[in-house]
Each structure stands twice: as C-alpha cells, then as structure tokens.
C-alpha cells in the first residue's frame, strides 16, 4: 500500500506537460520517482501475466495437440491484436486524453486471464490471448506519455525505468510458468487475475496525478520542437527507426516463443529446466532496458541504437553452433546489448515529433507487439518445414539491419549544441 500512498502525494509536485520535450538538460525539474516507480511496477505485473502464454505453449501444445503453426496463431492473436490498437490508442489519446484509460486496460487483460484459464477448444485459447493483447494496447502508449509526463527532462532514464519493470515481469513470467501453472495445469493461470486487480488499483490513483498534471499544463506556454528537420526528413527517419524495431523484435520473437523448443530439440533438457534458461536470457534483456536509457541521454540515443543492434550481430552469428554451456552466455550477452535500443528508438521518435508522444509510442509498441506476432507465426511455420534448429540459422543475420543506424540524423547533436551556444 506503499506505492498507493506515495503515487497520490506527488500530485503536488510539477512536471513537463505531455508530449512537450526539454532542452534544458537533465535535472531541470524534479524526476517524480514515485510515479515511475508504480508505472513500473505495473509494468512488471502486465508483462509478467503476458509472458506467461509462450511460457506455457510446450502444455497447451502437448493438451491440445498443436502444431508449431497453431502456436503462432496464438501469439499472432495476442500480440496482432495489440499492435493494431495501440497506434490508434495512441493518436487518440494525444487528442482527447483519458487519464483512467490505464486502469481499464488492465481489466481487459483480467478477463482474458480467465478466458484462457478456463478455454476448453482451441478458438477459445485464442480468443483469451487476444484479450490480454487489447489490454497492452491500451497500457503500453498511455503509460510511455506518463513516464515522460514524470521524467523531469530525463526522458531516456524514466522510459528505461519504466521499461525495466516489462521486462522484470516478462522474466519472472516464465518462472511462474514452470513451477506453478505447469504443474497445476491450465486452471492455475486465473490464480495471477488477482496481479491484475492490483495494477488496476495502482494505476487507478496514477490516473489521479495524471489528471491534475494535465490541468497544471493547461496554464503552461508550448515548448518550440528540438529540431528543424524537413516533414519528408522525419518521415523517412521514421520508416529507418521502423526498420531498426523490426530486426530486435523479429529476432526477439525467436527467443520469446520457441527458445525453450530449440533446448528441449538440441540438448535434451527439461521442460522446466529450459524455462529457467528463458528466464536468463530474459533477466538479462532487463539489465540491458535499465542501462541503455540513461546512456542515451549522455552520448545521445543515436549511438545507443547503433551499438545495441549492430553490436549483437557476432553474438546472434555463433549462438546456433555452440554447446548448452555458450548457448546460456551468448543469450545473457545478446539480452544485455540487444535489450537496450527500445528506450532510445522511443526517446529519439519522441523527440522526433514532439506533442505525440502518445502516437510515437503505440507506433513503436505496436510494431514490436506485431512484429514479435507475425514473426512466431512465420518462424512456427518455417520450424514445421525445415526444424526448429533452422529456424535460428536465419534469425541470426538480423541484426545486420543495424547497418541503417547511419542514417539517422543527430537531432540531439544540434539540440545540445544550440543549447551550450546559449
């Protein structure tokens, strides 16, 4: 009840108004910690009940009697669903804004918690993912304009804060999994419903601060945009930043959805025991989202972007020719460098287009989101065809894309040389 208590008392403190970027450097007003903290921590539960779908594919396979293409399916409808609604979301709510939305969201991902505990058919299975998918399209843009709301000018730093607690949760998820949905079976999943009503009181009294930030910045002058780059310019840097959120989260989505059949398949461990590699590499993409947000905002989120994606690529190239002992450090290694591009490809679209931060964001959380589900489904049918081994021969060239990285242009370069010149 900590957090409760400590999300309503910084209503009192001043922030940036929504969407509005700072030139005045880090630390120009006060980072609302307090907020951050229970967006993340809503974060982690929302991404934890999440993670927990792929992480029980291996029991509804064997129960259901799957194919690999059928788990795309499932992954496709949770993941198509949110990536479909959260642009829209996003524009929405940068027009007419709705501070409880959150809160709402998060009843939707409850009841598809109970859809897929009780589901009895296939389509029904399906049905429930598509739900929890609804609820993320809704939590992931209106959250990301929150904790900018509450960044105090460190933008990098409070969306890595905030993205840590997704990926804390997507990590403990399969844990959960492993050792108590799995040995209890499918009925267990309505147990973790009470994790959703608990961020939907949290994020009930963020939906507070959140108003009274929004009349505070009714008062407040516009702030000019960090860059005179040409419309055409911004389109094209956005179709790159695109391409970029492609390569991670289609390579992702070979970690997230059939990393545990690629060790059971290659080296024979258990079920469970292939779980807990998940959750490794999982732990270590968290590390890597807390780390590449407050970098960014030093050296700027261009070279963070640059280093993250490209820099992985020797690490990818090996993973599919080593033993179990390498497979396990080349995974912490890609996490850790893989992870921390997301915050600043948000940061830098953001930045890229100031006053829509809601849009930017449901932009980029929906690719991710359907990126990840178009790539279970496309990589569930390649494994089918040519075996799941195969399947990361591919995926191992993605991170070649980075190359892109190039052509992004140092739109923080000129802002922070503008403002030292001033």
Same mark, same amino acid.
């Given at each position: 009840m900590g957090v409760l208590q400590n999300v309503t008392s910084e209503a009192a403190k001043p922030t940036k108004a929504p969407g509005l970027p700072t030139d005045s450097g880090p630390g120009a007003e006060q980072t609302a910690f307090m907020i951050l903290s229970a967006l993340a921590f809503c974060h982690?539960?929302?991404?934890?009940?999440?993670?927990m779908l792929p992480a029980i594919y291996p029991m509804l396979k064997e129960n259901y009697a799957l194919s690999f293409a059928q788990i795309g399916v499932i992954t496709l409808a949770f993941q198509g669903t949110a990536s479909m609604l959260q642009p829209i979301v996003g524009i929405v709510t940068d027009k007419r804004s709705w501070p409880y939305a959150l809160?709402? #969201?998060?009843?939707?991902t409850l009841v598809g918690l109970f859809v897929l505990a009780n589901a009895s058919h296939y389509p029904v299975l399906i049905l429930g993912a598509a739900m929890v998918g609804m609820g993320s399209s809704i939590f992931h843009p209106d959250s990301s304009r929150v904790a900018r709301m509450a960044s105090g000018g460190r933008h990098g730093l409070a969306q890595s804060y905030f993205q840590v607690g997704g990926y804390v949760g997507t990590a403990?998820?399969?844990?959960?999994?492993?050792?108590?949905?799995?040995?209890?079976?499918? #009925?267990?999943?309505s147990w973790f419903s009470v994790a959703a009503l608990i961020a939907m009181i949290?994020? !009930?009294? /963020?939906?507070?601060?959140?108003?009274?930030?929004? @009349?505070?910045? @009714?008062?407040? &002058?516009?702030? +000019?945009?960090?860059?005179?780059? &040409? @419309? #055409?310019?911004?389109?094209? %840097?956005?179709?790159?930043?695109?391409?970029?959120?492609?390569?991670?989260? !289609?390579?992702?989505?070979?970690?997230?959805?059939?990393y545990t059949f690629f060790l059971i398949h290659k080296f024979g461990v258990?079920?469970?025991?292939?779980?807990?590699?998940?959750?490794? !590499?999982?732990? +270590?993409?968290?590390?890597? %989202?807390?780390? #590449?947000?407050?970098?960014?905002? @030093?050296?700027?989120?261009?070279?963070?972007?640059w280093v993250s994606i490209l820099g992985v690529l020797p690490f990818t190239l090996a993973l599919p020719y080593v033993n179990l002992f390498w %497979?396990?450090?080349?995974?912490?290694?890609?996490?850790?460098?893989?992870?921390?591009?997301?915050?600043?490809?948000?940061?830098?679209?953001?930045?890229?287009?100031p006053g829509r931060v809601g849009m930017v964001a449901g932009i980029f959380f929906g690719l991710a989101f359907g990126i990840g589900g178009i790539g279970a489904a496309a990589l569930g049918k390649l494994a089918d065809w040519e075996?799941?081994?195969? /399947?990361?021969? /591919?995926?191992?060239?993605?991170?070649?894309i980075g190359l892109l990285t190039v052509f992004l242009p140092d739109i923080e370069g000129k802002r922070w040389r503008r403002a030292k010149a001033a």
């Amino acid at each position: 009840m900590g957090v409760l208590q400590n999300v309503t008392s910084e209503a009192a403190k001043p922030t940036k108004a929504p969407g509005l970027p700072t030139d005045s450097g880090p630390g120009a007003e006060q980072t609302a910690f307090m907020i951050l903290s229970a967006l993340a921590f809503c974060h982690f539960l929302n991404d934890m009940m999440q993670s927990m779908l792929p992480a029980i594919y291996p029991m509804l396979k064997e129960n259901y009697a799957l194919s690999f293409a059928q788990i795309g399916v499932i992954t496709l409808a949770f993941q198509g669903t949110a990536s479909m609604l959260q642009p829209i979301v996003g524009i929405v709510t940068d027009k007419r804004s709705w501070p409880y939305a959150l809160s709402v #969201g998060m009843g939707f991902t409850l009841v598809g918690l109970f859809v897929l505990a009780n589901a009895s058919h296939y389509p029904v299975l399906i049905l429930g993912a598509a739900m929890v998918g609804m609820g993320s399209s809704i939590f992931h843009p209106d959250s990301s304009r929150v904790a900018r709301m509450a960044s105090g000018g460190r933008h990098g730093l409070a969306q890595s804060y905030f993205q840590v607690g997704g990926y804390v949760g997507t990590a403990i998820g399969p844990l959960l999994a492993a050792f108590i949905i799995v040995p209890r079976g499918q #009925g267990s999943i309505s147990w973790f419903s009470v994790a959703a009503l608990i961020a939907m009181i949290v994020l !009930f009294r /963020v939906g507070n601060w959140y108003a009274s930030q929004q @009349r505070a910045a @009714r008062k407040k &002058p516009a702030a +000019a945009s960090g860059h005179s780059l &040409p @419309r #055409g310019r911004v389109r094209l %840097t956005l179709l790159l930043l695109t391409v970029l959120v492609f390569s991670k989260h !289609f390579y992702l989505a070979s970690i997230s959805s059939y990393y545990t059949f690629f060790l059971i398949h290659k080296f024979g461990v258990s079920v469970r025991s292939s779980e807990v590699l998940l959750f490794v !590499f999982l732990a +270590a993409a968290a590390v890597g %989202t807390l780390v #590449g947000g407050p970098v960014g905002d @030093r050296i700027g989120r261009k070279y963070v972007i640059w280093v993250s994606i490209l820099g992985v690529l020797p690490f990818t190239l090996a993973l599919p020719y080593v033993n179990l002992f390498w %497979t396990v450090i080349l995974s912490v290694v890609i996490g850790l460098i893989l992870s921390s591009a997301f915050s600043a490809i948000v940061v830098y679209g953001q930045e890229l287009m100031p006053g829509r931060v809601g849009m930017v964001a449901g932009i980029f959380f929906g690719l991710a989101f359907g990126i990840g589900g178009i790539g279970a489904a496309a990589l569930g049918k390649l494994a089918d065809w040519e075996g799941i081994e195969f /399947v990361y021969h /591919v995926c191992s060239w993605l991170p070649a894309i980075g190359l892109l990285t190039v052509f992004l242009p140092d739109i923080e370069g000129k802002r922070w040389r503008r403002a030292k010149a001033a």
